[in-house]
């Protein structure tokens, strides 16, 4: 009997790993009194942190322990959030209650968000901070000329402000180029028992809750992401 007790508790513990296995087991730690979020299947673990820049730049991480590299190729990512859809994508910051009590989602509209290319980000963030300069230097402009006296001394130093806040501009400009030259996701191959880590920038939206699905070596991760929730 103590036999047979035996064998049926192996089985059901081969059963119970077979099917852990199968499915994916999405979890979380705490960084910074944030969540992280991260899955392991098949040898392959994703993590997606959203601690730094928050979710419009998550940081993602790929482990391999697969016995083998494959491409990963973030141009296959995708990310929505929800909206209610008789009320149209200006709900999409209103659905708290949707996460918080577990209703079902299957009523609300997917809200598809643009993720950039390298290429795109680059060009979107560089304008950006072109114009943000630009705009910050007019101001200070019209502050000098209203507080300064028109004598040519108090027009000299006026240039040289303008002059330190378009070299500050510049500094800043060229910092966040090289940010996102070193640290965006690209196409790369991953080799067995290496991780690779890089950041995507998507296109920013009021809302609250994003989903990533993330394709990796075959198979789908999908996380969804509340900006809400702290440790």
């Given at each position: 009997m103590k036999k047979v007790i035996l064998a049926l508790l192996l089985v059901s513990t081969f059963v119970v790993s077979a099917t852990a296995q199968n499915e994916k087991v999405y979890k979380t730690y705490v960084k910074n009194d944030r969540l992280v979020h991260y899955c392991n299947y098949k040898g392959v673990t994703v993590i997606v942190d959203v601690t730094e820049s928050g979710i419009f730049e998550p940081q993602i991480s790929i482990i391999n322990d697969t016995g083998h590299e494959f491409v990963f190729e973030p141009k296959k990512i995708k990310a929505f959030c929800y909206a209610i859809d008789a009320q149209g994508k200006s709900t999409r910051n209103m659905l708290g209650m949707y996460f918080d009590k577990k209703l079902d989602k299957s009523l609300l509209a997917k809200d598809s968000l643009r993720?950039?290319?390298?290429?795109?980000?680059?060009?979107?963030?560089?304008?950006?901070?072109?114009?943000?300069?630009?705009?910050?230097?007019?101001?200070?402009?019209?502050?000098?000329?209203?507080?300064?006296?028109?004598?040519?001394?108090?027009?000299?130093?006026?240039?040289?402000?303008?002059?330190?806040?378009?070299?500050a501009g510049e500094a800043t400009k060229a910092y966040e180029l090289q940010r996102i030259n070193e640290?965006?996701?690209?196409?790369?191959?991953?080799?067995?028992?290496?991780?690779?880590?890089?950041?995507?920038?998507?296109?920013?939206?009021?809302?609250?809750h994003v989903v990533l699905e993330i394709p990796v070596n075959g198979e789908t991760f999908s996380f969804l992401i509340d900006a809400r929730k702290k440790y």
């Open positions: 993720i950039y290319t390298y290429e795109n980000y680059s060009r979107t963030q560089s304008n950006a901070i072109f114009w943000g300069n630009l705009l910050a230097q007019a101001m200070v402009a019209t502050m000098d000329a209203i507080a300064q006296p028109n004598t040519p001394e108090a027009r000299y130093w006026a240039r040289a402000h303008q002059e330190e806040l378009a070299a640290g965006y996701w690209r196409a790369n191959t991953i080799f067995d028992m290496t991780e690779h880590s890089g950041f995507i920038g998507i296109k920013r939206r009021k809302a609250d």
